[in-house]
């Protein structure tokens, strides 16, 4: 089936602005996860859904970041009052995490540029 | 604080032979590793994965875990230009924290 999806593709913000970025996992897969990855460096976990439940949410940077899954399926991280720091590559992963199966597919990413 | 280590390189292998990529991790409690391959421009790509210790062979492609020595590898055999990137090792501590730890990866250049 399809993999994972994520859009949009980039989006510049101006500081001080709001983003959404959205995530669709391979169906049938019940974790989704985001990372955030600067240049040169390996992604960094952000936060982590079981289904609709957000069970770690430990590495959002700061309290402008959110992310929901509402309907176990779909999620959407957004980032509120956008700061230059928050320029990186937002990544999405999903898994069977939960089965015992715990390898993670990643989608595209966002390129988000906040000027 | 979770460390996972990569050489950063770049790591320089011709064509056709064996490519070595080494990584450490501080977690002794990490129970699932993985090697991403990362492409310029492009988003982590999944190629190995192990939870033994010991040898896993797929293809070209062989995953080393030593988890007394927190030590984890990758070898690529008759290396080829395409596989020129930059290799993510990733690790999962378990207990609930699903989350991978990533180190900065390794960059890997096959000289044809």
């Known amino acids: 089936g399809a993999g994972v999806s994520q859009s949009p593709r980039y989006k510049v913000a101006k500081r001080g602005q709001d983003v959404a970025l959205r995530c669709d996992p391979i169906?049938?897969?019940?974790?989704l996860f985001w990372y955030q990855q600067a240049l040169g460096q390996g992604p960094e976990f952000l936060t982590y859904f079981q289904n609709e439940a957000q069970l770690d949410k430990s590495g959002l940077p700061s309290d402008r970041f959110f992310a929901e899954r509402p309907e176990g399926s779909v999620s959407t991280l957004k980032i509120q009052r956008t700061q230059q720091e928050d320029s990186a590559v937002y990544l999405c992963?999903?898994?069977?995490?939960?089965?015992?199966?715990?390898?993670?597919?990643f989608g595209p990413g966002t390129r988000l540029t906040v000027t | 604080q979770k460390e996972v280590e990569q050489n950063s390189g770049p790591l320089s292998v011709p064509e056709g032979a064996i490519a070595s990529l080494n990584c450490t991790y501080s977690?002794?409690?990490?129970?699932?590793f993985f090697w991403y391959r990362q492409y310029s421009g492009k988003s982590p790509e999944l190629i190995m994965f192990?939870?033994?210790?010991g040898d896993k062979e797929d293809g070209r492609f062989t995953a080393q875990l030593n988890k007394a020595s927190q030590y984890v590898s990758l070898l690529i055999r008759d290396s080829q230009p395409s596989d020129s990137a930059t290799y993510l090792c990733?690790?999962?501590?378990?207990?609930?924290?699903?989350?991978?730890?990533f180190g900065k990866g390794t960059h890997l250049i096959i000289q044809p």
């Open positions: 990733a690790v999962r501590s378990g207990g609930g924290a699903d989350g991978l730890t």
């Open positions: 169906s049938g897969h019940v974790s």
């Open positions: 992963a999903s898994s069977l995490a939960g089965t015992g199966l715990y390898e993670q597919y």
């Open positions: 192990i939870y033994s210790n």
């Open positions: 977690d002794r409690g990490s129970q699932s």
